[in-house]
């Protein structure tokens, strides 16, 4: 029986053979971490190493590749721009989000909370870190790779949002910027003359302060982090026609597209599509080469393997994606819960469970059925209106009730009701108005804040009441809301709020021409 050789790691490169140490001792503290609990930050900072090591090995191989007989440090020029630039970009991104209100949203939020959840969870173990890493990477559809990248600069910082964004800047757009000025240098060698002291500086210009750069650097959006692997996929395929088996190079390739699919998901759609190209444009070559043979076998054996490992390894994410309905998921952000959050309802629940499993996080999960019985609900209002009315359909005098149906408790009820009442009488002003509001505890689920507050109950009755008075005097709709509306200037006597423009009658105009009234 022959021996088992271990490969010999001192014969690699400097940066393959740090890479293979730093993989090796992430192992070694893994097992530790599994067996000792302890060590899971270290973990982390470990990640975090490797990531960046393979992100820069990963951008210097391209380099080689593309620009064989070059080194970086010997382009003046080209490293000159990249740093000055990336040192104006982090700055830039740094002011605009410490220095202003930026309201933050959406993605913001998103791997804000990840990143949150990535600390917290090895804080715990490096075990229970690991399974929620990887449960992230391989099935939810937000996952926490960009998360990896920040985590030491984040690890020593306020752990602030705007602090987030910054180490996000850092992390992730100044390797983009060097993966983007190194497509930039290859359209440069394309042309037959480029002045690149200025090509250059002027490329690094447009990507620092290019808007489509600042807003999801400002907004901790990932789909800018995701540009410095599709740079290199663009890149090492430009000059590649499958002739040979180059294995590194296809290693490069597939590890650039499993990061891009990791990075974010619509990058899956893109690689479809850039590949689809890509191989076509190949086999036309091949045809006219009078290689089609050799190169679509070189093609198999590349590829059919990388996209069994690709899928195989985000079966989870890529079923999640073909099967969802995602205008269903995001449309449920809009008109939800606006103020639902302010009660302290499920909170001492979690805070009460997590005891019970030693400290460990809990996550307290709703069916949609749970949602409407268990969970706030919008005040079900019931209204009485009565309006005196001249024949012409000038408004005389309103009286406004309104019944809110509370439910059990009291979350929000005089706020809501009053909400409402107090924003009857703007709409269609008139000099006697009066306006009672009761909140009525019932056995039905609670009621809570919602987007509106009040405010949408209150119109909706009052519209349909103005199309009954309509009705009733034989006046066009349109003509009697036009005579009615509060009038530029009007200031409301109990808000002392002032209307400064025409928006009401600019709204009615835009409306009725969208439904060609």
Not at 32 to 49: E, F, K, P, R, S
Not at 121 to 145: C, N, R
Not at 153 to 181: D, E, H, K, Q
């Amino acid at each position: 029986m022959g021996k088992i050789q271990f490969p010999n790691l001192r014969a690699l490169p400097a940066g393959p053979r740090w890479l293979a140490y730093g993989v090796l001792l992430l192992c070694a503290i893994l097992v530790g971490g599994v067996i000792t609990a302890y060590g899971g930050m270290l973990l982390v900072v470990l990640m975090w190493a490797v990531c960046m090591g393979g992100l820069c090995l990963l951008l210097h191989f391209t380099w080689q590749t593309v620009f064989p007989g070059q080194r970086v440090a010997q382009d003046k020029t080209f490293l000159r721009s990249w740093l000055a630039g990336s040192a104006v970009g982090v700055a830039v991104i740094a002011a605009l989000v410490c220095y202003r209100q930026t309201v933050y949203s959406d993605d913001a939020i998103n791997y804000f909370a990840k990143q949150t959840l990535l600390f917290g969870s090895f804080g715990q173990s490096g075990f229970y870190g690991i399974h929620v890493l990887l449960e992230s990477l391989l099935t939810a559809d937000y996952k926490m790779f960009m998360n990896l990248f920040i985590s030491v600069p984040y690890l020593f910082t306020g752990r602030s949002i705007n602090a987030f964004m910054v180490c996000y800047a850092i992390t992730c757009f100044v390797p983009m910027w060097f993966a983007l000025l190194m497509g930039a240098k290859y359209l440069a060698q394309q042309l037959p003359a480029c002045h690149t002291a200025l090509y250059y500086p002027l490329c690094m210009a447009v990507m620092v302060l290019w808007p489509m750069f600042l807003w999801p650097a400002t907004h901790g959006m990932p789909d800018a982090f995701g540009l410095t692997f599709a740079a290199v996929i663009a890149l090492l395929c430009a000059d590649y026609r499958f002739e040979t088996l180059p294995w590194p190079r296809l290693l490069a390739i597939f590890a650039a597209t499993f990061a891009l699919i990791l990075t974010r998901r619509w990058y899956m759609f893109w690689i479809l599509a850039f590949y689809a190209v890509y191989v076509l444009a190949v086999l036309v070559g091949a045809v006219r080469r009078k290689t089609l043979g050799s190169t679509l076998k070189h093609m198999l054996l590349f590829g059919v393997p990388s996209a069994v490992i690709i899928v195989g390894a985000l079966l989870p994410t890529f079923k999640t994606i073909l099967t969802t309905d995602y205008a269903d998921i995001y449309g449920a952000y809009y008109g939800g819960g606006f103020g639902n959050k302010q009660d302290a309802l499920y909170e001492p629940l979690c805070a009460w469970l997590c005891t019970q499993v030693g400290g460990r996080l809990v996550k307290l999960e709703c069916t949609r059925e749970e949602t409407f019985v268990s969970n706030r609900v919008r005040h079900a209002i019931r209204t009485h209106i009565i309006s005196y009315v001249r024949p012409d359909g000038t408004l005389v005098a309103r009286k406004f009730e309104a019944y809110s149906n509370q439910g059990a408790y009291a979350s929000h009820g005089h706020g809501v009701v009053a909400k409402g009442m107090g924003a009857f009488p703007q709409l269609y002003p008139c000099d006697h108005m009066e306006c009672d509001g009761w909140t009525v505890f019932t056995n039905r689920p609670a009621a809570g804040a919602m987007r509106g507050y009040g405010i949408p109950q209150a119109m909706f009755a009052g519209e349909c009441h103005i199309d009954d008075i309509c009705k009733a005097i034989g006046m066009e709709p349109e003509a009697f809301r036009r005579k009615n509306l509060m009038p530029v200037g009007y200031t409301d006597p109990y808000s002392k709020n002032e209307l400064y423009s025409d928006t009401f009658n600019q709204c009615m105009d835009k409306g009725m021409a969208a439904i060609d009234y």
